[in-house]
């Protein structure tokens, strides 16, 4: 239905995508902020049609699609707002001396925009981290023109979301350019989009395989840019034992809710559960799987996904020692995930890597630890992490110092007594993590602070305030906070 | 003298590192801070001697290596005022609203230390950017533990800085692995360093080839790490019409001395000087050459870098269409660098890669362009550097938006009307650049943002306030100023 863009057509569409940063990148603040409203205004106007078009290619209920949406719409947004607000370009001013012997110069630094991005969207979110999703509004508000490849799971939906950001480009006057749009899943397709030098960042959320091969391929280049890939986690679950004995029904019930959220296919679903071996742990075990086998088999989002699920689950219960705790009920739709518990010893785990792995689907592993050094063991083995949880009282958090310092160690958003899912979108959202989580612990790919993935700073030394960027003018116009002279200060300078 | 690390013992060494990691980082911002001022004054007590000690080893004269000295201290007391005051901490607050549906958690988000940090000082200064430079000041004010290989030409005045930092880790009461220096320059080595699973993170000056083996291996790890690599850079100045017409004896005269600045071995030294045929540039190329040649040459670091120079400049000199303008004049003495102008026409430059390459030393090539198209183009085909100058009037720059914008792609910071050597510690500076200028082009290896680079976000989500880290508790005892709901405050957070 849509036809792959060929290599040589790669580099044609990126030279027009360089071109049209040229032009974007001197627009104001202002005008960024109202081309991304403006895209929520087109989605928005999109209305039913795309949500019945998201709902036949990605087999998500109807609620979660609108849902869906108006978070998206709500991130462009809050973006914009952050954006135009201009706090995010970490402004320093240090105001020349001339007294000084020798005398000291004026050095006024702010963040740029890196240039043309590419983003991969991912499967599991056809509009919030897809084609108009955080990473192409981050890159935007940052002053990038960005490259999607349509996620071939919902090409269509994709293809329906490029063109309410191509009329919001139309209807702000921008260059046609500053959206393009692509199919194709050839390898070599992808390759060519990283390799290209006009291309200075990457924005992708999918596998670990597929995240990796843009990292090195990134990493080889004659100029090696930055790749911001979220590659799954299994955000472990702590349950520390004073908690575990108050509330290991009540943590049961809210964990089988979070474990078969959306059929288990989100990136914050909770793979891992840790406690110590003992009456509270089995209380919470039979619980737990009393609530997991009465939970009706979703649909997955496609038949791909469905399959692996099978497999992985299927591997993972084939491990010695794994043991199955608990099942939903099989139906006879492969497009189904049955949800499930297993269970293994601490000492088992720690020794079989594979136990590690993500099963993308609702599926949890218990780990039943003999003491809380073999917890400790385990949180100290564990790869990097989106999201770690502590379900622990004050007394078990006082009492577990060297525990919750190797578990923030792993991750990137450490709760306590919440579940992973839920990415809130707001500015103190820390989602990223170690590496394998993502490719760069440093950056978010949730809330505004996301922006600054697709920028640099650069100090402009000794320039005349007539020729400045409004944002590191004296007079301040922008009204944007501002370091002067190690100061925080929202006001203008004055000589 | 000194003996090398073993490999095994590099494997100890990382051990108690990490072990003095974990304590030093549960303490405050105040002990940091304190920890480096008092590193400050041991440096300040090591007195003469020290001096003495790096005037045998760096061939550098007295007067500058005591104002490296200050600007050492200067470096550590200034980011330890930063690292105590917490802003650098991008603390991120959003409360919960419990009355929404769902309920809006609270997540409170600041940065953390990484971990281990290994430092590889720079031959060119052996106070500012090596063991107790800029690279260590900032890994210890991010919370860091610090692994200095010491630089192989000047192990004594590494050692000595060393015993400084020693004495003041004892002074403090920390942990002594806080700190480890370790001598040896067998490639092995080095690998062993950066591929060891508690490294986090490393801080490089020196070669492109150097510091391009730290960033391959540290991408090739299992878990790949942040590599900030300085990596050399020819500073390019653009000469634009109108102010070349009005002061071009005058940049002359200036740029023999930025030139030829401490016999050229400055990181931001003016290598290649790009202007317009026609008088007004035949008039600046005589005249620099003619202070070129009436200026001694200087003694360089150490036979090494006096060979590189001697066979960098014949390589280039020896190009086709290279000729050389004027030279200093030539002393029985290898150590001695004779500074030397060299010309050549911009289409020749353009097709020579050879020529874009560093030249360490006092030489600066002028690139002779036909027209305003050809000095776009030059600036189009130039790498990643730390600094690009433009001398230039008001007019110059409006006449010349495409050359500012490509000259800004290509640099970390922008000079107008002035030298590039000179780098001011101070909060504004951006000491970075592009690659191959730089492995991470979006950190600073100068001014207090550098401590930045070794350190992640973390969310903490619905912590009880009481076991929140002071930065982000309710109260704000330590005054930071931290983004509360969207709006940056000093306060406290009243319920």
């Known amino acids: 239905m849509f036809t792959d863009t060929s290599v040589q057509e790669i580099e044609i569409l990126i030279g027009k ?142 293809d329906r979301v490029s063109k309410a950001i191509k009329d919001a480009i139309s209807r702000c006057g921008l260059p046609e350019d500053l959206f393009i749009h692509i199919f194709g899943s050839a390898p070599e397709l992808g390759k060519s989009l990283i390799t290209n030098h006009h291309i200075k960042a990457v924005g992708f959320t999918g596998s670990f395989t597929a995240g990796k091969a843009l990292f090195d391929w990134a990493n080889q280049r004659k100029e090696p840019i930055p790749v911001f890939a979220e590659m799954g986690s299994v955000n472990p679950v702590f349950l520390l034992p004073e908690k575990l004995k108050e509330s290991a029904d009540e943590m049961a019930q809210n964990y089988a809710g979070s474990i078969t959220l959306g059929a288990g296919q989100f990136c914050t679903n909770p793979g891992l559960i840790i406690g110590i071996e003992g009456q509270d742990l089995d209380r919470f075990v039979t619980a737990l799987g009393l609530a997991i086998s009465q939970i009706a088999p979703a649909t997955m989002l496609h038949k791909g996904i469905a399959k692996a699920y099978q497999q992985k689950k299927a591997l993972a219960l084939a491990q010695p020692g794994t043991s199955l705790v608990a099942s939903g009920t099989a139906v006879p739709d492969n497009l189904k995930a049955i949800p499930a518990i297993a269970s293994v010893h601490g000492k088992t785990f720690l020794t079989n890597p594979l136990l590690h792995q993500e099963v993308f689907g609702p599926y949890s592993l218990v780990i039943r630890c003999k003491n809380e050094a073999e917890m400790l063991e385990v949180a100290l083995h564990l790869e990097g992490q989106l999201t770690a949880t502590l379900m622990a009282t004050e007394t078990d958090m006082r009492n577990n110092k060297f525990l919750v310092a190797a578990v923030q160690d792993i991750c990137g958003r450490l709760i306590m007594n919440g579940v992973p899912t839920g990415v809130e979108v707001c500015l103190a959202m820390h989602h990223g993590g170690p590496y394998p989580a993502t490719t760069d612990s440093r950056f978010s790919s949730v809330g505004a602070d996301a922006i600054k993935r697709f920028a640099r700073p650069v100090a402009y030394q000794n320039w005349p305030d007539s020729l400045l960027p409004d944002e590191l003018k004296n007079a301040n116009p922008l009204l944007i906070w501002r370091t002067v002279n190690n100061e925080l200060t929202n006001k203008e300078i004055t000589a």
């Open 17 to 158: 995508s360089q071109k049209a940063f040229e032009q974007y990148r001197q627009l104001p603040l202002s005008a960024r902020a109202g081309f991304m409203r403006t895209i929520g205004e087109e989605l928005e106007k999109a209305g039913d049609e795309l949500i019945h078009i998201a709902m036949k290619e990605t087999n998500l209920p109807e609620a979660r699609l609108r849902n869906e949406r108006t978070r998206t719409i709500f991130q462009l947004t809050s973006y914009a707002d952050a954006c135009e607000k201009g706090n995010w370009l970490d402004i320093r001013i240090d105001i020349a001396d001339l007294q000084r012997n020798p005398i000291k110069p004026d050095i006024r630094k702010m963040l740029v925009p890196l240039g043309p991005v590419v983003v991969y969207g991912a499967s599991n979110f056809p509009f919030a981290y897809s084609t108009a999703g955080g990473d192409t509004a981050s890159a935007f508000a940052a002053g990038c023109s960005v490259i999607v490849k349509a996620h071939p799971a919902h090409p269509e939906t994709s």
